[in-house]
């Protein structure tokens, strides 16, 4: 999430009660999550083992539980006791919760030619394309943008929070939310099929490419980035901070394991689980999902494995 305008270090030091060491003279532009950060980020780290990717990541500014560690030339670190725990107060300073107030919200924006039936809710910064068809009961959530010529069934919901969570062992709640201040990018001619589900990034974007066409009941994780032009069939899941590459074709209810990339034009075959990621251009069946023709071979060579026995236990 970038800010209205960047802040200084030692503002964000005195909103969360830092101690600050490093370069104190810089303006923070935003905050991320590891896997999103940017110059000019401000991210948090509250576990020794993820010490040096943070102080060693794109990321200026680091909210971290120590003292103790070597700062990069030009960066600043920011001491808490609870780098999460600030982590939150800077995203309720910046993207607060609200309730709605109105079905849609009065800062939405829709192009010419759009329609918008009935209960449909839109929140606040949120903007729709031209020529777009928006069905009954789907819930456009904030930050939320939608290009032209798309169709978004009946049921879907657009810019739901992320499932993703900070873990203490240590406390009553284990697990508490990392509180979502992203957004969803749609490009256009897409079309999103009844009952879909697609979160918005954790301090990031999630993105469905040009083209890209889903069934019913799909899921799309945060910090996704689907390509263009990618087929996706009912109940398929695909869990955060995975990279679609363009042309992918996922069947019916294959699941997407976190943090992989499936290249392009790679097809996976109905009822596939997928791991780790896939090169481009093949066809891909089972778990884990393997080069389908390979695949077939070995279920053929495993469903002939008790006539092999019998012949080997009677000599």
């Known amino acids: 999430m970038k800010f209205p305008a960047p802040v200084s270090v030692q503002w964000i030091g005195d909103l969360i009660h830092a101690e ?6 810089a303006s923070v532009s935003g905050i991320n999550e590891i896997h999103k950060v940017e110059k000019g980020d401000l991210v948090f780290v509250d576990h020794p083992k993820y010490y040096e990717t943070c102080l060693n990541s794109e990321a200026d500014f680091i909210i971290i539980n120590t003292k103790d560690v ?8 920011l001491v808490v ?4 725990e600030a982590y939150l107060t800077i995203v309720n300073h910046f993207r607060p919760f609200v309730p709605a107030a109105q079905t849609i919200s009065s800062d939405a924006v829709a192009g010419e030619g759009t329609v918008i039936m009935p209960n449909v809710f839109i929140g606040p910064a949120v903007t729709i394309g031209k020529n ?13 943008s939608i290009g032209d010529n798309v169709v978004i069934q009946a049921g879907a919901v657009i810019g739901s929070d992320a499932f993703y969570y900070n873990t203490k062992k240590n406390r009553p709640v284990w697990y508490k939310r990392m509180q979502s201040c992203g957004s969803v990018v749609i490009e256009n001619d897409v079309e999103i099929g009844a009952g879909c589900t697609i979160d918005r990034g954790v301090t990031a974007e999630t993105r469905i490419g040009a083209g890209t066409k889903m069934d019913n009941m799909v899921h799309i994780g945060h910090d996704t980035t689907v390509g263009k032009n990618c087929l996706f069939a009912a109940q398929v899941g695909i869990a955060g901070g995975t990279i679609i590459e363009d042309g992918v074709t996922l069947w019916g209810q294959v699941g997407v394991s976190k943090t992989l990339t499936i ?19 093949k066809t891909y069946f089972g778990y884990p999902a393997e080069d389908a023709s390979l695949k077939r071979r070995e279920l053929v060579w495993i469903k002939r494995i008790p006539e092999l026995w019998k012949k080997v236990m009677e000599g």
Request: aromatic share 4%.
């Open 20 to 25: 600050i060491a490093g370069n104190t003279a």
């Open 70 to 77: 070597s700062i990069p030339d030009g960066k600043t670190i």
């Open 81 to 84: 006791d609870e780098p999460f």
């Open 132 to 144: 777009c068809v928006i069905h009954p009961n789907v819930s456009l959530l904030g930050y939320t």
């Open 263 to 281: 290249g392009a034009n790679a097809v996976v075959l109905a009822q596939s689980g997928v791991p780790s990621s896939l090169a481009g251009g």
